[in-house]
């Protein structure tokens, strides 16, 4: 068994209502002035003045910041700064889907230790103590309210920082599968699509322990068993609450082992074409489990045991792309980059973009310029 040192920093209250807990949750870690990050969907929805409401109750002060969007950027988390100092906050709450918790965590770095949110892309580059904060998923998707990960854009280049610091996580995660219901549909499979690749990539990584693979193992049996039930039944708070628990679980796994060669072929996508993140991990998972497969079928050949399917470490590859390409027409997601606007001319610029992302560096195989060439071309019609 490999060692590992896990000390999980996030606390997860799970539950339908979960959300009625918050007031209570903050108060035990000192929130008296917090700043509630949400996207302009979520404030909408009510969701930030229902959030609100049980903070008053607690007799806590709140601030919105809502200036945010799908892959937060840098001009955004520095918005989200000049509202927390403004509001003398001493606590926040990211409240939403990935790009709220991200921009909490982002806003959190550089309120409380200066700077630009560059300034933290890598690890631990954090030297000051930062504000406690609360994540509260309103998806089944990214699983970074379990992670102290901020993934913000830089606006100007608009690469992906990832801005990593145990200072960053959540003090605690509420879980409340009724803040899910509200997801529109195209939300609901594009989220719950990444959680599955967290999953699957968790479980694989060379970073991988025994307690990532726990995770990601367990996280895999929710994800890929309540998937086509959300899309279908979007009403079913039981099925809502294993993706929202599975993707939780499979961010605790990320949390310990990283993600691999999925995540550094889709980033550049995002950043070239625009394409939706999750829309990218749809086409690309498939061609990396099949190219994986060479040196982690066995491990491949595992989750299918957990899902029911019988397989052999040779096969198991291909039974398990096919799977997850099932996954993917059931949520209408696209599997081919041709249906993304990509371009064959572009290959050779996207690969060596590929080849620098850093979750590429924790792939079963290693992952070069040539074998992330290999991969989009794959990936075509």
Not at 8 to 24: I, S
Not at 25 to 47: K, S
Not at 118 to 135: C, E, F, N, T, V
Request: glycine content about 10%.
């Amino acid at each position: 068994m490999r060692p590992f040192d896990f000390d999980p920093p996030v606390r997860a209250v799970f539950g339908e209502g979960a959300l009625d807990r918050l007031g209570e949750v903050a108060r035990e870690h000192g929130f008296r002035r917090t700043l509630v990050v949400a996207d302009p969907p979520i404030v909408e929805a009510g969701m930030v003045a229902a959030a609100g409401g049980r903070l008053e109750d607690a007799g806590i002060e709140w601030t919105a910041f809502s200036g945010l969007a799908p892959n937060p950027d840098s001009r955004m988390v520095e918005a989200g700064r000049a509202a927390g100092a403004e509001a003398d906050v001493d606590s926040i709450i990211g409240l939403g889907g990935g790009s709220a918790m991200d921009c909490a965590k982002g806003i959190n770095f550089v309120l409380t230790n200066g700077g630009h949110i560059r300034d933290y892309w890598g690890q631990h580059k954090a030297r000051r103590a930062m504000l406690p904060s609360i994540g509260i998923p309103t998806t089944a998707g990214t699983g970074s309210e379990a992670q102290p990960t901020a993934l913000i854009s830089d606006a100007e280049t608009h690469a992906k920082m990832a801005c990593t610091d145990p200072k960053a996580a959540f003090r605690a995660a509420i879980l409340d599968p009724l803040l899910t219901l509200t997801q529109p549909p195209e939300v609901t499979a594009t989220a719950g699509f990444d959680a599955i690749s967290h999953a699957v990539e968790a479980f694989v990584t060379a970073a991988r322990t025994p307690v990532s693979e726990m995770f990601a193992r367990e996280a895999w049996r929710l994800l890929e068993g309540h998937f086509e039930t959300v899309l279908t039944e979007p009403e079913n708070t039981a099925a809502r609450g294993a993706m929202l628990f599975g993707s939780h679980a499979a961010g605790v796994a990320i949390a310990q082992s990283m993600l691999g060669a999925t995540h550094a072929c889709a980033n550049p996508l995002t950043m070239t074409y625009g394409t939706t993140h999750a829309v990218a991990i749809a086409v690309m998972l498939p061609h990396v489990v099949r190219w994986n497969a060479e040196a982690v079928g066995d491990r491949y050949a595992e989750l299918l045991t957990v899902s029911g399917r019988s397989s052999t470490a040779i096969t198991a590859g291909d039974q398990l792309a096919a799977r997850l390409e099932e996954l993917a027409r059931a949520a209408g997601l696209p599997l081919s980059l041709d249906e993304v606007g990509a371009r064959k001319t572009d290959v050779p610029a996207l690969a060596a973009n590929a080849a620098t992302q850093w979750t590429g560096t924790y792939n079963p195989r290693p992952i070069d310029a040539g074998a992330a060439e290999a991969l989009y071309r794959r990936a075509f019609s």
